[in-house]
């Protein structure tokens, strides 16, 4: 078995020669944003993949017909723009040389003289119709279809080293490929060829493929190698910039959530997945929903996180499941997904077009903040969410995730405006106005969620909260030390396995990562007996990255939470401006009171935010920058 690699601890460096500190330890400031910027996402990507309309069946003609589709119903010109080929397009890796062919029996355009094989005729196609083309790879030898599935159409063909399809030992030589010579615009990379080739594997056993020792196990972040399965992540991405110097590419990373990439996908690719694959189930929905829920501190322009594709028109989401199909859209826009269609589109009914291509409902998920929405109001059965629009506006969630009717009350706290001036909520998907103050109840159908754009008068007049504004805050570290699985994600049966086995456990790596108005571990932010309904919550030994959006002062009132347990070191909090030290507070211990930092950064484009003890701690404790914010 593996043993996880442990992030930097910030208290073990201290103990380093001073050189040795200065180069490595995590926690002192860069003045720099260190969030991925590589790609073309300022926005979430928007497109059509291959995988849940049609799996390993895919073919050219198929492509092209949806991609016809998207262009003609004008679901292009709302934003889906990359066409995703999936698993199931490869035909061998050519030996002696490794170079990759195409099936051309599925995509004749792929055909060329002496055997050569090219996707430029296919991605020429698709650019010609305004569009951009994605490719699908593993980052193991083998694919997800070979390694998960006995019989599938179109499995690569030919000897052990023919069918060793992935991107291992040949990234430079694939990227390349794709991406200078066929014209390629984005990657999804699959993790399956490091996950489950392991000696005792019956095809492996066989002679099928060789044996890869697995770093990744889907259910135990313990069982994983993270170092490991990060540099070969990395090595893509470096790959990716060599091969696109324009830097016009998107860089999906498909590790489910595994290997606790929940926490540092956001600095290696555009894109990455956070848990299991979706299926077209209102249970599994909430599964990968909830895997993105309460990461919204790791999400932003550039990376944002990728609770998979869409699964509208199929099973629970189909058109006579209006209700579940429009809850499932909307919670995928508020949480700023990537919005990739999985459909057959050549059977799309027009409602089905018309969710996809809600105007209102795509601008909240391309809203130009960037912010992922923040649970103002959590529970499993409604759950209320926010998200500061880059109008200074308000978009709000009220979802109820249960299959019976629920009242749902909407608070002018949830909104952070103040109770006694008048709230005006736009309804997105009636168009209707409705003006409250202070509270208004709802009535929510089952599985219903209602979505408003809110517009009232701000609790912080003078400035905005950091939690209203996680897609410019970066816990570039978050002080976890020892991943632990997050404990309050759904857990619906798996499909493919139904109840056989013991059932399914919390798993995913992010429990204890920063958060938006509560601690590390879900409690609200109290320090010596004083609550807090707003501020960043994380652990000591953290460094917390801010973009400045020309305000000139930051505030705090900083301490130790009462949630700690460990309460063995004093812990100080440090306020940086582009590098340098602006503010800071004595060590603070378990129990002391809330002291107000207030620091003038005018003119600062980064600010950074640290929280350190002096020595090692196993489990540091959480804290507290109370009521952050930035004033003008
Ligand atoms: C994995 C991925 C899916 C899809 C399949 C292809 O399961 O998570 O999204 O790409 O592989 O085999």
Not at 278 to 299: E, G, K, Q
Not at 489 to 508: E, K, N, Q
Request: hydrophobic share 40%; aromatic share 10%.
């Amino acid at each position: 078995m593996r043993r996880t690699s442990l992030r930097l601890c910030a208290g073990a460096l201290l103990a380093a020669s001073a050189p040795a500190l200065a180069q490595t330890d995590p926690l002192v400031p860069t003045g720099r944003w260190s969030a991925y910027q590589d790609g073309a996402t300022t926005l979430p990507p928007m497109g059509w993949s291959s995988w849940n309309a049609f799996y390993e069946d895919v073919s050219e003609e198929k492509v092209l017909a949806s991609a016809k589709i998207i262009v003609d119903s004008g679901l292009a010109a709302k934003g889906y723009r990359y066409i995703d080929v999936d698993d199931g397009w490869w035909l061998k890796r050519r030996q002696p040389d490794g170079r990759m062919l195409i099936r051309t029996a599925t995509f004749p355009s792929a055909a060329g003289t002496g055997g050569e094989t090219s996707f430029k005729p296919f991605t020429d196609r698709l650019h010609a119709m305004g569009l951009k083309a994605g490719i699908y790879s593993d980052i193991g030898r083998n694919t997800c279809g070979q390694v998960f599935t006995s019989i599938m159409p179109n499995m690569p063909e030919g000897s052990v080293l023919e069918r060793e399809v992935g991107l291992y030992g040949h990234v430079d030589q694939d990227i390349a490929l794709y991406f200078r010579d066929w014209g390629f615009d984005l990657i999804k990379v699959d993790g399956c060829g490091v996950r489950g080739l392991p000696a005792s594997e019956p095809r492996v056993r066989s002679g099928q493929y060789r044996a890869f020792p697995p770093l990744v196990d889907v259910e135990s972040v313990g069982h994983s190698d993270i170092a490991a399965v990060r540099g070969l992540y990395e090595a893509v991405d470096t790959a990716l910039k060599r091969y696109n110097p324009d830097k016009d590419f998107v860089y999906s990373i498909c590790l489910w959530g595994a290997a606790d990439v929940r926490a540092w996908g956001k600095d290696v690719g555009s894109i990455s997945r956070t848990s299991e694959d979706i299926s077209p189930s209102w249970s599994r929905m909430l599964h990968n929903f909830d895997s993105v829920s309460r990461r919204a501190l790791y999400a932003h322009p550039g990376s944002w996180n990728d609770p998979d594709m869409l699964f509208i028109g199929t099973g629970d989401f189909d058109p006579q499941h209006q209700a579940e199909a429009q809850s499932h859209f909307a919670l995928w826009a508020m949480e700023n997904a990537p919005l990739f269609i999985g459909y057959d589109l050549r059977k799309a009914p027009k409602a089905m077009l018309d969710l996809l291509g809600n105007a209102r409902i795509i601008a909240l998920d391309q809203d130009p903040a960037g912010n992922q929405a923040v649970l103002a109001y959590d529970s499993d059965d409604v759950q209320i969410l926010v998200k500061t629009l880059a109008s200074g506006d308000k978009a709000v969630a009220i979802f109820n995730r249960t299959a019976a009717a629920a009242e749902a009350v909407l608070t002018a706290d949830h909104l952070k405006f103040t109770g006694d001036a008048d709230i005006a909520l736009d309804d997105l998907w009636q168009g209707t106005g409705i003006r409250f103050r202070g509270e208004r109840k709802f009535a929510l159908a089952p599985h219903q969620t209602l979505l408003f754009t809110a517009h009232g008068t701000r609790t912080l007049a003078t400035g905005m909260y950091l939690s209203e504004q996680p897609g410019s805050v970066n816990p570039a570290v978050d002080g976890v030390t020892v991943p632990e699985h997050e404990p309050l994600i759904h857990r619906g049966i798996l499909p493919w396995r139904g109840t056989r086995g013991d059932g399914d456990h919390p798993r995913y790596g992010g429990w204890g990562g920063a958060q938006p108005d509560g601690t590390p571990y879900g409690e609200t932010l109290q320090v010596a007996g004083r609550r807090f309904t707003t501020g960043i919550g994380a652990l000591a030994n953290s460094r917390i990255e801010v973009r400045n959006h020309g305000f000139a002062t930051f505030s705090a009132l900083v301490g130790v939470d009462d949630s700690a347990r460990d309460r063995s070191q004093p812990v100080r909090f440090a306020v940086y401006a582009d590098g340098r030290l602006r503010g800071q507070s004595a060590p603070m211990r378990f129990g002391d009171p809330v002291v107000p930092l207030r620091v003038d950064v005018r003119g600062a484009k980064i600010i950074e935010l640290v929280a350190r003890t002096p020595s090692a701690m196993r489990f540091p404790d959480p804290v507290s920058w109370s009521e952050a914010a930035l004033l003008r």
